[in-house]
């Protein structure tokens, strides 16, 4: 176990909504990345929080949005839903802010489905 | 295309025999490369971290090599597990971002 917690485990969703995922970082890491997985495909970074501030961020559109709060637990965001938004949603918590050699420590992930 | 290729996309094995995955990739300037193991429904867990000097990696009955020049590596596999059916994911990380490849989907059966 990493010590990284994502809720919910699994959601359904139509087109059009809104949903927030939530993660819990591993005690004492300060920084958490955002990546949506999609069958069969890596990993594909969305964002990155440290301290609070976003830091870094993958070409995804406006309508994905985070949040870090001051315990460093992080929500993902995601506006008007579409079709192709369904996937795994993964975050990793890490402490060196997006240092080049920092390990990453994932989630078992939200697997979203939008239909 | 991606920045980042694996190979191949998926292999079959039997139970206590090698194997070898391959990474090539585009991804400049380069960091460090890392292999991940992906247990299905799960979050990948890292294996090895290599930055351009190392040559290669070792982590138990893993071991990874990398060659900077021909931007090429290979994560080695040796007397295979069922428990190591998995997909494994090479990723590349410059300049703060981490470029994931798509993984290999490894069976291995008994």
């Known amino acids: 176990e990493t010590g990284v917690t994502q809720s919910p485990t699994h959601l359904i969703k139509t087109r059009g909504q809104q949903v927030t995922l939530r993660c819990s970082s591993q005690s004492g890491h300060n920084t958490v990345s955002w990546y949506q997985q999609a069958l069969g495909q890596g990993p594909q970074f969305i964002f990155q929080y440290y301290r609070e501030e976003e830091n870094g961020r993958g070409n995804f559109p406006p309508r994905f949005s985070g949040l870090q709060f001051p315990n460093y637990s992080s929500e993902l965001n995601v506006n008007a839903l579409e079709l192709d938004d369904s996937a795994l949603y993964l975050c990793?918590?890490?402490?060196?802010?997006?240092?080049?050699?920092?390990?990453?420590?994932f989630g078992s992930g939200t697997q979203l489905s939008v239909l | 295309k991606n920045q980042v290729e694996q190979s191949p996309q998926s292999l079959i094995i039997l139970e206590g025999k090698n194997c070898t995955l391959q990474c090539n990739y585009t991804v400049s300037p380069f960091s460090n490369l890392r292999w991940y193991k992906q247990d299905t429904g799960r979050g990948p867990v890292s294996l090895t971290i290599m930055t351009f000097s190392e040559n290669t990696k070792s982590n138990g009955r893993y071991t990874a090599t990398l060659d900077a020049d021909t931007k090429q590596s290979s994560l080695h596999i040796t007397a295979s597990q069922l428990s190591d059916s998995a997909s494994y994911i090479c990723?590349?990380?410059?300049?703060?971002?981490?470029?994931f490849g798509d993984g290999t989907t490894l069976t291995v059966k008994p």
């Open positions: 990793a918590s890490s402490t060196g802010g997006g240092r080049y050699n920092e390990k990453l420590f």
């Open positions: 990723v590349v990380r410059t300049a703060g971002k981490s470029t």
